[in-house]
């Protein structure tokens, strides 16, 4: 018996547009379909579960219909050509999705694979057949390798799929799946394949450029600009949505405020630009935070320097763990901004909804007089229902500012003694207490001690310097070479002195010495009021170049005849090693006639000579 044999026509000019309309028309409509669906499933919108459904669907719905549409060409006779297309283009087509997972792309291609095998069935010895399932094979390894970038470049993918067409249509045996095939009809199909890609593509590219459009305007709308965190618009949507839930519902939900607390003393310290990176960072730290515990919570940024966060289905017990990890997160973390290390720290009102609460405005006040307590109880703190839970603040570290602040250092064999050095004191204030102190806590990068540095020098006279380093500092390589490079470039001119409020080693000494005294910057020990032996000392004194020894009082200098043994004896140990010799905290003029009529010590600081100027940073 022999078997059917089915000859596609070559179409007429006006058949041939037809059915092009027709083909192109169904296509983009499916595109559209095919793209709404996949914009709405993205996976920040879905859990992973759900995606994987819903990709599912996707690839159900398009290896469904593109199958359907290929065996439709076996039934029919004069739409053949159309119909084997459609199926064809339509499965190959979806190929090229940014979104397409791995076991989806091999789905689709296996598809392809079997249409393939179909056309040339019988024929599996010819050398077209190995010719046209290599170049498919490649033409497949670089849609999957370039996906993200074909789909929105329109020449590149009417160049693949025009490729896959080829491919196809003029490399088929005269005899293919019952139909009789000639090379005007593959040339004819090429064409009905490329118009249809031509439209499709231009359909895509432009409902591409819209939904991006669309996205912008979204996240203008909905998303603040500056920090990213949500708007106050869609923080008042989504607050009302969740509020009008919970009380239907009879489900918890709690509302946070966050206050950055002295927020105008750093704009005007360090300026908006600062004010506005310490903001971005706030903002980041929150999100990272939250993310952390899901992502169930969202940041809104609803004022200046305020943050609000809604807690669904949550009592304010169960989000204080997530709140008191946000408080602690921010008040750890310092915000760099132009060579400033900033730590800022967050007021924190919670409140849980009430059934008495008659709208959103009954829940936001409580959460706002809660945030108020924090305020009143010193900042830097987090209150629930009108309980502060972190009031200990003789423990906090309330860090926004810092700067140097200079002190003249004296020689007073000199009428009237005569300046011989600034020493350069890094201060920070505390806002609790209103005072600028000495700060204790973490060392602020070597990076922000010298542009502190550098703007304190620009404001005085080229007198020899004094600045405070930890001893970790001093032996940091990289903070070696720092010292050295603005010892070269800012100050090539003035003496530089680092002071050392903590004992080395020997070995540490040994190490750094040669290193700073070869850039011509001297190495003192400081405070040596504290309980230094001459045994752990000696050792230093030839590393060294000078000695600081503090007092305090006039009364102590005059009481403790310990502490007169003390100054004589490290001024003798000075003198006999040609060490600089200096007494600090200097207070009047019987402790410089002290100083120098009885220890003979020529070089003095205090507040006798001169007092600081700090600025006040609490009005």
Same mark, same amino acid.
């Given at each position: 018996?022999?078997?059917?044999?089915?000859?596609?026509?070559?179409?007429?000019?006006?058949?041939?547009?037809?059915?092009?309309?027709?083909?192109?028309? $169904?296509?983009?409509?499916?595109?559209?379909?095919?793209?709404?669906?996949?914009?709405?499933?993205?996976? @920040?919108?879905?859990?992973?579960?759900?995606?994987?459904?819903?990709?599912?669907?996707?690839?159900?719905?398009?290896?469904?219909?593109? *199958?359907?549409?290929?065996?439709?060409? /076996?039934?029919?006779?004069?739409?053949?050509?159309?119909?084997?297309?459609?199926?064809?283009?339509?499965?190959?087509?979806?190929?090229?999705? @940014?979104?397409?997972?791995?076991?989806?792309?091999?789905?689709?291609?296996?598809?392809?694979?079997?249409?393939?095998?179909?056309?040339? +069935?019988?024929?599996?010895?010819?050398? %077209?057949?190995?010719?046209?399932?290599?170049?498919?094979?490649?033409?497949?390894?670089?849609?999957?390798?370039?996906?993200?970038?074909?789909?929105?470049? $329109?020449?590149?993918?009417?160049?693949?799929? +025009?490729?896959?067409?080829?491919?196809?249509?003029?490399?088929?045996?005269?005899?293919?799946?019952?139909?009789?095939?000639?090379?005007?009809?593959?040339?004819?199909?090429?064409?009905?394949?490329?118009?249809?890609?031509?439209?499709?593509?231009?359909?895509?590219?432009?409902?591409?450029?819209?939904?991006?459009?669309?996205?912008?305007?979204?996240?203008?709308?909905?998303?603040?600009?500056?920090?990213?965190?949500?708007?106050?618009?869609?923080?008042?949507?989504?607050?009302? *949505?969740?509020?009008?839930?919970?009380?239907?519902?009879?489900?918890?939900?709690?509302?946070?405020?966050?206050?950055?607390?002295?927020?105008?003393?750093?704009?005007?310290? /360090?300026?908006?630009?600062?004010?506005?990176?310490?903001?971005?960072?706030?903002?980041?730290?929150?999100?990272?935070?939250?993310?952390?515990?899901?992502?169930?919570?969202?940041?809104?940024?609803?004022?200046?320097?305020?943050?609000?966060?809604?807690?669904?289905?949550? !009592?304010?017990?169960?989000? #204080?763990?997530?709140?008191?990890?946000?408080?602690?997160?921010?008040?750890? %973390?310092?915000?760099? /901004?132009?060579?400033?290390?900033?730590?800022?720290?967050?007021?924190?009102?919670?409140?849980?909804?009430?059934?008495?609460?008659?709208?959103?405005?009954?829940?936001?006040?409580?959460?706002?007089?809660?945030?108020?307590?924090?305020?009143?109880?010193?900042?830097?703190?987090?209150?629930?229902?009108?309980?502060?839970?972190?009031?200990?603040?003789?423990? !906090?570290?309330?860090?926004?500012?810092?700067? $140097?602040?200079?002190?003249?250092?004296?020689?007073?064999?000199?009428?009237?003694?005569?300046?011989?050095?600034?020493?350069?004191?890094?201060?920070?204030?505390?806002?609790?207490?209103?005072?600028?102190?000495?700060?204790?806590?973490?060392?602020?990068?070597?990076?922000?001690? #010298?542009?502190?540095?550098?703007?304190?020098?620009?404001?005085?006279?080229?007198?020899?310097?004094?600045?405070?380093?930890?001893?970790?500092?001093?032996?940091?390589?990289?903070?070696?070479?720092?010292?050295?490079?603005?010892?070269?470039?800012?100050?090539?001119?003035?003496?530089?002195?680092?002071?050392?409020?903590?004992?080395?080693?020997? *070995?540490?000494?040994?190490?750094?010495?040669?290193?700073?005294?070869?850039?011509?910057?001297?190495?003192?020990?400081?405070?040596?009021?504290?309980?230094?032996?001459?045994? +752990?000392?000696?050792?230093?004194?030839?590393?060294?170049?000078?000695?600081? $020894?503090?007092?305090?009082? #006039?009364?102590?200098?005059?009481?403790?005849?310990?502490?007169?043994?003390?100054?004589?004896?490290?001024?003798?140990?000075?003198?006999?090693?040609?060490?600089?010799?200096?007494?600090?905290?200097? @207070?009047?003029?019987? @402790?410089?006639?002290?100083?120098?009529?009885?220890?003979?010590?020529?070089? #003095?600081?205090? /507040?006798?000579?001169?007092?600081?100027?700090?600025?006040?940073?609490?009005?």
């Amino acid at each position: 018996m022999t078997p059917m044999v089915m000859r596609l026509h070559l179409l007429s000019p006006p058949m041939f547009i037809t059915q092009v309309l027709i083909a192109s028309v $169904f296509m983009a409509g499916f595109i559209s379909i095919y793209q709404r669906i996949g914009h709405r499933i993205t996976p @920040e919108l879905l859990t992973p579960w759900r995606h994987f459904w819903v990709r599912v669907v996707l690839v159900v719905i398009s290896l469904g219909i593109g *199958t359907m549409f290929h065996l439709m060409g /076996y039934i029919v006779n004069y739409n053949a050509m159309m119909f084997h297309n459609m199926g064809l283009f339509l499965i190959s087509f979806t190929l090229i999705d @940014e979104e397409i997972g791995l076991w989806e792309y091999l789905t689709r291609l296996v598809c392809i694979l079997a249409i393939w095998a179909m056309h040339h +069935a019988g024929h599996f010895a010819r050398p %077209q057949f190995a010719l046209s399932l290599i170049g498919l094979l490649l033409v497949a390894a670089v849609i999957y390798r370039y996906k993200a970038r074909l789909r929105d470049r $329109f020449w590149f993918t009417a160049s693949v799929m +025009a490729y896959i067409a080829m491919i196809f249509w003029l490399l088929l045996p005269r005899l293919s799946a019952g139909i009789q095939m000639s090379t005007p009809i593959a040339w004819q199909a090429i064409g009905m394949f490329i118009a249809m890609d031509i439209v499709a593509s231009s359909y895509w590219l432009q409902q591409h450029h819209v939904d991006l459009k669309n996205e912008k305007l979204s996240q203008l709308a909905n998303y603040d600009t500056l920090t990213n965190a949500k708007t106050y618009s869609l923080y008042q949507h989504d607050i009302t *949505t969740l509020f009008q839930t919970a009380k239907t519902e009879q489900t918890p939900l709690t509302l946070v405020t966050l206050d950055i607390d002295h927020f105008k003393q750093i704009n005007d310290h /360090y300026g908006h630009l600062a004010g506005n990176a310490i903001l971005v960072g706030i903002a980041k730290t929150l999100a990272r935070v939250l993310k952390k515990y899901g992502d169930d919570q969202q940041v809104y940024r609803t004022g200046g320097e305020e943050f609000n966060i809604l807690f669904a289905e949550m !009592t304010p017990q169960e989000a #204080l763990p997530i709140i008191t990890d946000c408080w602690q997160t921010v008040r750890q %973390q310092y915000y760099t /901004y132009d060579h400033y290390d900033v730590r800022v720290t967050l007021s924190i009102g919670a409140t849980a909804l009430q059934a008495t609460d008659q709208s959103v405005e009954d829940l936001y006040k409580r959460a706002d007089e809660n945030l108020y307590q924090s305020k009143r109880n010193g900042r830097d703190a987090i209150t629930i229902e009108n309980q502060t839970q972190n009031n200990q603040h003789h423990e !906090t570290e309330l860090l926004a500012t810092y700067v $140097f602040f200079n002190q003249h250092i004296m020689d007073v064999t000199s009428d009237p003694p005569q300046i011989i050095g600034d020493e350069l004191s890094l201060r920070a204030y505390d806002y609790e207490h209103k005072t600028w102190r000495e700060p204790h806590d973490a060392t602020l990068s070597i990076d922000t001690q #010298l542009s502190l540095l550098e703007q304190a020098l620009a404001q005085q006279d080229a007198h020899p310097i004094f600045i405070h380093l930890s001893l970790d500092q001093l032996c940091h390589e990289p903070s070696q070479q720092r010292i050295l490079t603005f010892k070269q470039q800012v100050i090539p001119e003035q003496r530089l002195t680092l002071e050392l409020f903590t004992l080395p080693t020997l *070995t540490q000494i040994q190490q750094v010495a040669a290193i700073y005294h070869q850039a011509q910057i001297r190495i003192v020990l400081d405070q040596l009021e504290q309980p230094f032996t001459l045994k +752990a000392v000696q050792p230093l004194l030839p590393y060294l170049d000078g000695i600081n $020894f503090n007092i305090d009082q #006039l009364t102590h200098f005059q009481k403790s005849a310990e502490l007169q043994q003390q100054i004589t004896f490290w001024a003798r140990i000075a003198q006999q090693q040609h060490l600089e010799f200096i007494i600090k905290g200097v @207070e009047n003029q019987a @402790e410089v006639q002290k100083a120098f009529n009885i220890f003979h010590i020529h070089y #003095l600081q205090g /507040y006798y000579f001169d007092r600081p100027a700090l600025p006040r940073l609490d009005q």
